[in-house]
């Protein structure tokens, strides 16, 4: 059953900014020691209602994996114990392991197809017990287990990965004194080599609390050799290469009781030890950090605590450079103690320190880096129950949103990020039931989201969560936003990839917009900046009746990413393609819409007015001669259903434009006037008459008539010049008559 400890609002602020402190060789002062470091995102207990330890830890997709050992769901004997966290610290499923015996598990590795785990296990209640390691698959179900050693007892405290190599090490007691022991197995679980290792002191027992692979391919161990003479503990370093050969082991420490419980590599080649000690600083035993070379030697160590007795029992390498130490302070004197986190540079100096728990008595083992910054620490807690609980504690870090048995349809918890381009996340409805968590992650360059990614947040809910049952607003800061506000949508990650949702702006007020859209509930979710395509149609403005005209969308285009789709529209006709070819059998105007489509759903539509043409009909009146020096007129009656036309008359000796025109000439004969009609798309018809020009001592008929075009007709003569020569003519036959 897990109890959950209320220890950091969800909708808490980022983290503030950590304090510096100096710290020299000797123990520092209670105040100094709590100087302010990242708060609690949230705190957690698992386990059940007798006692309870976690022992470390690993992050993993989605939330953290916690090993230990629990004593709740046995009659009296430990089992082994392993906790599938979520970002906000809920227990998405929890398993126990072993039998009869006194079972536990000390450390964890991933492997390609699930879990390794390193422990201790005895077959039957009260027997001697063995190393052990335990092989899990990603949802917790035992794939096998196997366990290590002779009359014993024997435990595993420490593993470590190199590739395919598997090493594990501890102690093994078979002759009355314990050895340092160390194997190197199979990732099946087969033993490679199995080495025991002393110090050659008289009656000592030696342990290896951890193991690690160089960066030279040997192994560091680092644990205590114990005595029951005047010096009752020093810490020890052993160096072994990859098939268990000692290389050279050293001893620290004072007259006093001095131990290691954690190691880690320097970037110079060295490794950083931490531990506890009596024999050095100002208390009863002081959290101790100690660096030394690569082949051993002393480079500088510090203490840190209170005058009671405080330790380390964990060592991180930040991402910085520097270290996280945790453990325990006795801040609370006799009656308890809690976790206790150091940070320090990469010389050992203290960046910030500060405790985290209750009343009673709380502990950290390691810490694990979290998502997206931060650590998660892992231990154990009396203070929140009636027993020991296991516990983990989210420590700085993205701030994390959740709900809890959220009823249909209700509004969930606001979480507020004051540094982040997005300043707020509000999960505005959900149909789940469970926890849905929200946690920041501010740098999405890493996710390649379509577009320019201002932000990110990591979603968590139940399998339950169906599609579009829960709605998110994101409260977005515009200054932020150098695009337009309406190509700023919430990108969602699936297994699938990445696919852009259905995006709205629900408000703006005070410098900020509400964005909203619907998501699945888990994975990832970008605020991202993805311009719509834009839809570009090039065609000509104009086609004739029954000719073909090609439309094309070769100029469109798509910011952040690229067309899939172009679908084209003119009335009721439709075609699809980066191209398409029309053609119409009447004149008129044809509205052409063409919409793009681009790989990420985004849309775009431009529009172009088509002219579908006819052709010009012209008849023309000219007079049928002219005398030079004297004007005659000239006219054309056009007949043209699309656009407006231009007459241009062309006489030989000059043009000039115009429906109606008057026009003389400068010398006598037959001259060809042409006419010129275009309407103002292109579409041309061209008419031409031949006019008589006689000399001004001759007389010149003046009645205008209609002209024949240039295909046919007598050209010059109109039909009231033949009807009145036909008159003549009559009059003369009947006078030779008579």
């Given amino acids: 059953m897990r109890r959950t400890v209320l220890a950091a609002a969800f909708a808490a602020l980022l ?15 209670p105040e100094a020691a709590n100087a302010p470091g990242p708060s609690e995102r949230w705190s957690q207990t698992v386990g059940g209602g007798d006692d309870d330890k976690l022992a470390t830890g690993l992050r993993v997709d989605g939330g953290y994996l916690a090993v230990g050992w629990s004593n709740s769901s046995t009659d009296g004997a430990h089992d082994g114990y392993v906790a599938m966290l979520d970002r906000a610290g809920e227990t998405k499923w929890e398993r126990s392991y072993g039998g009869s015996g006194v ?16 422990g201790m296990s005895a077959e039957e209640s009260g027997g001697a017990w063995d190393g052990w390691l335990l092989k899990i698959g990603p949802d917790g179900e035992k794939r096998w287990s196997k366990t290590y050693g002779e009359a014993g007892p024997d435990e595993f405290w420490s593993l470590a990965k190199s590739g395919d190599r598997i090493y594990v090490s501890g102690f093994s007691d078979e002759r009355g004194n314990a050895e340092a022991w160390a194997m190197e197995l199979t990732e099946g679980g087969d033993t490679v080599w199995s080495e ?23 192994l560091l161990m680092t644990g205590t050799t114990t005595s029951d003479r005047v010096d009752p503990a020093d810490a020890w370093v052993l160096k072994v290469n990859g098939d268990g050969d000692r290389e050279w082991s050293k001893t620290y420490g004072g007259e006093e009781y001095d131990r290691i419980h954690d190691a880690t590599v320097a970037s110079d080649g060295g490794f950083v030890l931490a531990g506890r000690t009596a024999s050095k600083g100002a208390g009863q035993q002081d959290g101790w950090m100690l ?26 390498n930040d991402p910085d450079g520097g270290y996280v130490l945790s453990g325990t302070e006795h801040v609370l004197g006799d009656e308890g103690a809690d976790g206790w986190i150091v940070k320090t540079d990469a010389a050992g100096k203290r960046d910030w320190s500060r405790t985290y728990g209750d009343s009673y008595w709380d502990k950290f083992w390691p810490v694990v880096e979290g998502h997206d910054g931060g650590y998660l620490a892992v231990g154990e807690s009396t203070s929140y129950g009636e027993s020991r609980d296991g516990w983990v504690v989210r420590i700085g870090g993205p701030a994390v949103a959740a709900i809890e048995d959220a009823a249909a349809n209700q509004t969930g918890t606001t979480v507020t990020f004051e540094e982040s381009p997005v300043q707020a996340v509000t999960l505005a409805d959900s149909n789940v039931s469970g926890v849905l968590a929200v946690a920041e992650r501010t740098d999405a360059t890493d996710l390649s989201p379509p ?19 829960a709605t998110v607003e994101f409260a977005v800061r515009k200054s932020a936003v150098e695009a337009e506000l309406s190509d700023v949508r919430v990108a969602e990650r699936t297994d699938e990839g990445w696919s852009l949702l259905a995006t709205s702006v629900v408000s703006e007020a005070n410098g ?71 053609s119409f059998d009447s004149p008129g105007e044809r509205t052409v819409n063409l919409t793009v489509t681009d790989e990420h759903g985004l849309r775009d539509t431009a529009t172009k007015m ?7 009909e012209v008849a023309v009146r000219t007079p049928d001669s002219v005398t030079v020096g004297k004007a005659g007129s000239f006219s054309a009656n056009v007949s043209d259903d699309v656009g407006d036309v231009t007459v241009t008359w062309k006489f030989g ?63 010059g003569f109109g039909a009231g010049v033949t009807l009145v020569a036909l008159l003549a003519a009559a009059l003369v036959a009947v006078r030779l008559r008579d």
């Fill in 610 to 616: 088509l002219v579908v043409n006819d052709r010009p």
């Fill in 451 to 469: 577009g320019d990614a201002l932000y990110a947040v990591e979603m968590d809910g139940p399998a339950t969560l169906a599609n579009g049952s």
């Fill in 103 to 118: 079972d536990r598990i000390f450390d964890v590795e991933r492997v390609e197809d699930g879990y390794l785990l390193a």
């Fill in 291 to 316: 660096k030394i070379t690569g082949d051993g030697e002393t480079a500088w160590d510090r203490t840190f605590g209170t005058e009671r007795g405080d330790a380390f029992y964990g060592i991180h």
């Fill in 196 to 218: 025991t290792y002393d110090t050659q002191r008289a009656n000592t027992d030696e342990y290896v609390n951890s193991i690690f692979v160089t960066d030279g391919g040997d």
């Fill in 15 to 29: 983290v503030a900014a950590p304090m510096v402190g100096s710290v020299g060789a000797s123990a520092a002062s």
């Fill in 512 to 582: 900020t917009a509400t964005l909203s859209a619907d998501v699945t509930g888990t994975g990832t979710l970008a605020v991202t900046s993805v311009p719509a395509p834009s839809a570009t149609i090039d065609a000509k403005t104009a086609v004739p009746v029954g000719e073909s005209v090609e439309l094309s969308a070769s100029g469109s285009t798509a910011e952040n990413g690229s067309v899939a789709a172009y679908e084209w529209s003119v009335g009721d006709r439709s075609a699809t393609g980066e191209t398409a070819t029309l």
């Fill in 653 to 715: 000796d000059g043009e000039v434009t115009g429906k109606s025109v008057e026009h003389s000439f400068g010398s006598p004969g037959t001259r060809t006037v042409t006419v010129v009609v275009e309407d103002e798309y292109g579409a041309t018809v061209t008419k031409e008459v031949q006019v008589e020009v006689a000399a001004q001592d001759e007389p010149a008929t003046t009645e205008a008539t209609e002209t024949a075009d240039a295909d046919g007709g007598v050209p």
